[in-house]
């Protein structure tokens, strides 16, 4: 090594002793290195803002709808208190209402840019929606309850109906409240007798409709049957429909019998004004004629007409079918021409049936569709938006409680219109999510190619969309192509293009079929855990609630592929011959431990020339003897100062675990880091004894210590020195006596380092490693680990049953590998996959379940490497209940790695994390058709908890990543060229993080979030450079890019994104991403840009951007807007009665203000 090499390493050490990288400046002027100060400290706030870019879903059960049949808008109100707007391609905006109350009813003021909301029942809030977020600009409050509004075409008078009956006049022009009312007991004729569908009071207004023919008449109806024509300017019932009239109301009931009028729900005049539609509570629709009153048209209830014009008598009252079918909450009337319409309504199915369903009726035919939840509101997508016009409708939208659906009513077979909005989400929970940016746009066209293959059979219009309203600014060629993909409960796996402001669904897959018909297991347990996509190689890993985990493979073609089934079998529980066998193999590798630690404590420390037993016992007989002359020193302090001294210095000694007996014979007031060394010495001696003793024992084939009971072990380590409690806590957390020996010497030894180097002392080089050499280099507890680990662990998992077959496959994502774990004894299924990893280049596919780890090659789809959590030695900073056996993998990375000194440059490494705060390293070694499995760097963290994610930067403050092999369509060539491209590919070096000089492994750092802290290591030394505990528990981790820079961005439960500066961990960035809309995430990831996606437990999705460049400006800042100004108003036609042409719309004033 260079005298040059050992200044810079020791400039480098030293500076990591003062607790800053200042001093390591590059030991090459030609390649200037940063330093760590230059890392971290050159980012500053301005490269941080935090913005919302949209929100996604419906954050509860939809109550509302209106649409603007102009402007082509959809406005869809909640229970939550929030409106979505939706127009044309990323056009969408969220209106929250004031206090959260929930929307009962929305009213579009067509091709105004106007939109009336109703919430909390009794508040009307005017939004304007010409600008670029909606503002209220006018409210008022109703003391009664409000049930209906009515807002007729180009009108400025707002008809509010409500609970008592009533019906009000707000003009929208200074939402003021007009005097005319129609009072519920006007609407009664007087002196009617009470009945069964009439009370003294008729209910809630339901429904209030203009006349399309003459506005001045007004039809209202009631929730308790009762429905009225209404003459607004003469003030009076002008006809009664359903019931006896009085002479007052229009002369006598025409026919003989009066029909009892059912409950009624909604109506819908014909655009003549000759016939309006009823929809009633119980299953039914009525057509009527204006000029009659006693009977309907027609009575349907789903595709079946009851009756028709004509009939003598109706359903009686006290029929069971009136309360046997669901109620109709929706009804529509739409002219196709002068001859044909369409009556469209929801609802009226029988209530064992539980479906919700739509009737489309146009002459003599009839079509039902069904949806998955309640149908909430239908809105016809007209060419004009007068009602006495010919309507010609092009779409029918159907609004659910859950999402929307627009079906085209033009095309023969009214096929639906693919849907550009992101209801999919909320069909099932999300259950995991994953975000990827800077995805190539010819993958997203092959995803979205795929998925127009999909779901063929539903028939799908080639029509344009017919919400299409709004105006984008969005300069899509500025924009970052990303993709999200959400896993959920349902086994769906969803790919969805979130570039722009609105989201696609491009692509799904559905797991479920693969349980069905290859597995064999039910599709209970088909939840999506886990999702990882490696965009680059076109290659999924997904891991499912029943503990099986899948590789899907991306082909342009349908095709057949080889589908592999890999089963492997865990031990959990040990059989009499098995743990016969362990207890063999545990006596004999005891034997050698023994042996090795008797061999290298021979040859350590002050007793490195003591060769012989003999000479052993007199040492420690000398240390006894030397000891005992020390007894009474406590009692010789002539002052209180030298007493505190002589009590600081038995408590830092007591911290080494030893008991009070030791510790006050060794110390001598002012010698504390003599008396420190004596201990160890002591220890160490009590050591030998011991493994003197222990190779005696295995000599004449006796059972070893370890093998006995714990007393016995207690016993063996308080001879050595250390007290009774800290033996067992040590012992509860070890295999083997062995183990827990080096890990009590391991931390004394620490504590000792500590207290010579505080007293100025160079610490004695003879005990730097008074325990046996350990496979890996820790600064904390030595886990025992096998050196070479290739297929190992046999004792817990035996090699896979592997199967193969041919099956055919869809073009898109197709399964090629499926692997599940059982219990070798049951047969039962390990149900819990905590983690997945997969690379390309090394052709590895890693799944950590709650019993260990396998990874498997998907060269030969056999295990290369298995691994149980026993094998895991726990964090001696574990509380005192953990356990091997709990200490489950909670993390995987596959990355190029510096952690090994002994082979310089970047080297191929697992980093696995854990449930107790401890990282793992093992070095693979690629050797032809062999893959290696070598055990590494160990890292045990203070104050520990679950290890969430885990990053390597070089010197450059670059994060270190594994290769990766381009996709290439394998479709086009044979299997041996195939193959020879996939090792060509492999064999190649990494590309991220190269570097230079292979010196250079010794400058690089460990990043690591776990639930509680955000920590940065200098390794392979593996010294704390930052700390940052957090006040709150993580829930995502992740480096995003700033430039050429890079930050640490932390998610935690309660809503608040941190972004911290890297080396120093400077809080750069502080907000809160959950409000009352979102409730709380349920899952939730960050992009390497800066781009956050949260999912609530109802489905709904925001996205939040943390930087401030040039992508995310051109997303957030951009102008979009809902009203469209070039959009022109049609013309109104002429009335059909002479009478009302006369009149103009100015009339209404002159009605409603007098």
């Known amino acids: 090594m260079s005298g040059t090499v050992k200044k810079f390493k020791q400039q480098f050490r030293k500076a990591i002793n003062a607790g800053t990288l200042d001093a390591a400046t590059?030991?090459?002027?030609?390649?200037?290195?940063?330093?760590?100060?230059?890392?971290?400290?050159?980012?500053?706030?301005?490269?941080?803002?935090?913005?919302?870019?949209?929100?996604?879903?419906?954050?509860?059960?939809?109550?509302?709808?209106?649409?603007?049949?102009?402007?082509?808008?959809?406005?869809?109100?909640?229970n939550e208190g929030v409106v979505k707007v939706y127009g044309a391609s990323d056009v969408e905006t969220t209106l929250v209402m004031q206090d959260n109350h929930p929307v009962s009813h929305l009213a579009f003021c067509i091709n105004d840019?106007?939109?009336?909301?109703?919430?909390?029942?009794?508040?009307?809030?005017?939004?304007?929606?010409?600008?670029?977020?909606?503002?209220?600009?006018?409210?008022?409050?109703?003391?009664?309850?409000?049930?209906?509004?009515?807002?007729?075409?180009?009108?400025?008078?707002?008809?509010?109906?409500?609970?008592?009956?009533?019906?009000?006049?707000?003009?929208?022009?200074?939402?003021?409240?007009?005097?005319?009312?129609?009072?519920?007991?006007?609407?009664?004729?007087?002196?009617?007798?009470?009945?069964?569908?009439l009370e003294a009071n008729p209910g809630p207004v339901t429904g209030i409709e203009e006349c399309p023919a003459d506005y001045r008449k007004l039809l209202i109806t009631h929730a308790l049957g009762h429905c009225v024509l209404w003459d607004c300017k003469a003030r009076k019932v002008i006809r009664r429909y359903g019931s006896n009239n009085s002479s007052e109301a229009g002369g006598s009931a025409q026919g003989g019998s009066v029909f009892a009028m059912p409950g009624i729900r909604n109506a819908a005049w014909s655009h003549d004004g000759k016939h309006f539609a009823l929809a009633h509570d119980d299953g039914t629709v009525s057509t009527w004629n204006a000029s009659g009153e006693a009977r309907p048209d027609l009575i349907m209830r789903g595709t079946q007409i009851l009756s028709g014009a004509g009939a003598s008598t109706s359903p009686a009252p006290e029929d069971a079918s009136r309360n046997s079918n669901e109620p109709v909450t929706s009804v529509v009337w739409a002219a196709a021409d002068e001859q044909r319409s369409f009556l469209i309504y929801a609802g009226g199915t029988s209530k064992t049936d539980g479906l919700h369903t739509v009737?489309?009726?146009?002459?003599?035919?009839?079509?039902?569709?069904?949806?998955?939840?309640?149908?909430?509101?239908?809105?016809?997508?007209?060419?004009?938006?007068?009602?006495?016009?010919?309507?010609?409708?092009?779409?029918?939208?159907?609004?659910?409680?859950?999402?929307?659906a627009v079906v085209d009513l033009v095309t023969p077979g009214y096929p639906f219109f693919p849907m550009p909005y992101p209801f999919e989400l909320q069909r099932s929970p999300v259950s995991c999510v994953q975000q990827c940016t800077g995805i190539s746009n010819a993958f997203l066209q092959a995803l979205k190619n795929a998925g127009a293959k999909q779901n063929t059979h539903l028939g799908k219009s080639d029509r344009e969309f017919p919400i299409s309203g709004g105006m984008s600014g969005i300069n899509k060629e500025q924009l970052s192509l990303d993709l999200l993909i959400?896993?959920?409960?349902?086994?769906?796996?969803?790919?969805?293009?979130?570039?722009?402001?609105?989201?696609?669904?491009?692509?799904?897959?559905?797991?479920?079929?693969?349980?069905?018909?290859?597995?064999?297991?039910?599709?209970?347990?088909?939840?999506?855990?886990?999702?990882?996509?490696?965009?680059?190689?076109?290659?999924?890993?997904?891991?499912v609630g029943c503990g099986t985990a899948m590789l899907f493979s991306f082909s342009l073609i349908a095709q057949k592929v080889q589908l592999n089934?890999?089963?492997?079998?865990?031990?959990?529980?040990?059989?009499?011959?098995?743990?016969?066998?362990?207890?063999?193999?545990?006596?004999?590798?005891?034997?050698?431990?023994?042996?090795?630690?008797?061999?290298?404590?021979?040859s350590e420390g002050s007793f490195a020339s003591d060769s012989s037993s003999e000479e052993r016992k007199a040492r420690v007989a000398q240390l006894r003897m030397t000891a005992g002359k020390k007894k009474g020193r406590r009692a010789l302090f002539a002052s209180e100062q030298q007493q505190k001294e002589w009590d600081d210095n038995m408590a830092k000694l007591q911290a080494m675990g030893f008991q009070d007996s030791w510790c006050?014979?060794?110390?001598?007031?002012?010698?504390?880091?003599?008396?420190?060394?004596?201990?160890?010495?002591?220890?160490?001696?009590?050591?030998m004894e011991y493994a003197a003793y222990e190779a005696k024992r295995l000599a004449k084939k006796k059972s070893p210590t370890d093998s006995k009971k714990t007393s016995k072990k207690i016993e063996k380590l308080m001879e050595m020195g250390f007290t009774?409690?800290?033996?067992?806590?040590?012992?509860?957390?070890?295999?083997?006596?062995?183990?827990?020996?080096?890990?009590?010497?391991?931390?004394?030894n620490d504590i000792r380092f500590e207290i010579e180097r505080a007293a100025g002392r160079n610490p004695s080089a003879k005990l730097n490693s008074i325990a046996p050499p350990s496979p890996l280099p820790t600064a904390a507890a030595g886990p025992v680990l096998d050196t070479e680990l290739h297929l190992a662990n046999t004792n817990y998992a035996e090699a896979a049953t592997l199967t193969s077959e041919s099956v055919k496959a869809l073009v898109g994502f197709q399964l090629i590998a499926h692997y599940t774990v059982v219990e070798k004894d049951s047969g039962r299924h390990i149900r819990n996959i905590n983690c997945i990893a997969f690379n390309s280049a090394w052709q590895l596919f890693c799944i950590a379940d709650e019993f260990g780890l396998t990874v498997l090659s998907t060269k030969?789809?056999?295990?290369?490497?298995?691994?149980?959590?026993?094998d895991l030695p726990v964090n001696p900073e574990a509380p005192s209940d953990a356990t091997r056996t709990k200490n489950e993998i909670t993390c995987l990375k596959l990355s190029d790695t510096f952690v090994s000194t002994k082979e310089p440059g970047q080297q191929p490494a697992l980093l696995v994390g854990t449930l107790y705060g401890s990282i793992y390293t093992f070095m693979i070694r690629i050797t032809g058709k062999q893959t290696l499995f070598k055990a590494g760097l160990v890292v045990n963290f203070m104050s520990p908890s679950r290890v969430l994610s885990i990053n390597i930067l070089d010197p450059n403050g670059t994060v270190v990543d594994a290769p990766y092999i381009e996709w290439v369509d394998l479709s086009a060539f044979e299997h041996a060229v195939v193959a020879e491209m996939v090792d060509e590919q492999t064999s190649r070096p990494s590309s991220s993080g190269a570097l230079e000089d292979d010196e250079d492994h010794e400058f690089h750092f460990l990043v690591v979030s776990d639930t509680k802290h955000a920590r940065v290591l200098a390794l392979p030394d593996q010294k704390r450079l930052y700390k940052l505990p957090q006040d709150q528990t993580i829930m995502n981790a992740e480096i995003v890019s700033v430039g050429s820079d890079v930050a640490f961005a932390l998610l935690t439960e309660n809503g608040e994104i941190r972004v911290l500066s890297l080396l120093d961990l400077r809080l750069m960035l502080s907000n809160s991403v959950l409000d009352s809309t979102l409730g709380r995430a349920v899952v939730a990831t960050i992009s390497p840009l800066g781009r956050v996606s949260l999912v609530s437990p109802s489905g709904v999705l925001k996205r939040c951007t943390l930087l401030d460049n040039a992508p995310t400006t051109a997303l957030n800042d951009a102008q979009s807007t809902l009203f469209a100004p070039f959009r022109q108003m049609p013309a109104k036609p002429a009335s059909l009665f002479k009478a009302a042409s006369k009149k103009s719309t100015t009339d209404r004033n002159a009605l409603f203000k007098a």
């Open 26 to 78: 590059s030991v090459r002027s030609s390649r200037s290195k940063p330093t760590e100060s230059e890392l971290g400290k050159k980012l500053n706030t301005d490269a941080f803002k935090f913005a919302t870019t949209a929100w996604h879903g419906l954050p509860g059960p939809a109550t509302c709808a209106a649409f603007d049949t102009v402007q082509r808008l959809l406005a869809i109100g909640t």
């Open 113 to 197: 840019g106007a939109l009336l909301t109703v919430s909390g029942h009794h508040h009307i809030d005017l939004w304007n929606t010409r600008l670029p977020q909606p503002t209220v600009v006018r409210s008022a409050r109703f003391k009664e309850e409000i049930t209906h509004i009515y807002l007729p075409t180009k009108s400025t008078w707002l008809y509010v109906g409500t609970r008592l009956g009533n019906v009000h006049l707000l003009t929208i022009e200074s939402f003021s409240v007009s005097p005319y009312l129609i009072n519920w007991s006007i609407l009664i004729p007087a002196g009617i007798a009470e009945t069964r569908m």
């Open 359 to 404: 009737y489309i009726s146009q002459a003599k035919t009839q079509k039902m569709f069904c949806f998955e939840s309640k149908v909430i509101s239908l809105q016809v997508v007209a060419q004009s938006p007068w009602p006495n016009a010919i309507h010609n409708p092009l779409a029918l939208i159907v609004v659910t409680e859950t999402g929307v």
């Open 486 to 543: 959400t896993g959920h409960e349902n086994g769906a796996i969803n790919f969805w293009d979130v570039s722009a402001i609105s989201i696609m669904l491009l692509y799904s897959v559905d797991i479920k079929p693969y349980f069905a018909d290859t597995l064999g297991l039910t599709t209970e347990d088909t939840v999506v855990t886990h999702v990882s996509l490696c965009a680059k190689s076109r290659t999924l890993a997904v891991a």
């Open 565 to 602: 089934t890999i089963v492997v079998k865990r031990q959990m529980t040990k059989t009499p011959e098995a743990k016969a066998k362990k207890s063999d193999k545990a006596a004999a590798a005891a034997a050698a431990a023994a042996a090795a630690a008797a061999a290298s404590a021979a």
């Open 664 to 687: 006050e014979e060794e110390l001598e007031p002012g010698t504390l880091a003599e008396a420190a060394v004596a201990l160890m010495e002591r220890a160490t001696a009590a050591r």
């Open 724 to 748: 009774e409690s800290t033996s067992m806590e040590m012992l509860a957390k070890s295999v083997t006596i062995e183990d827990c020996i080096s890990r009590l010497f391991h931390r004394a």
């Open 860 to 870: 030969t789809w056999l295990p290369v490497f298995t691994l149980a959590n026993v």
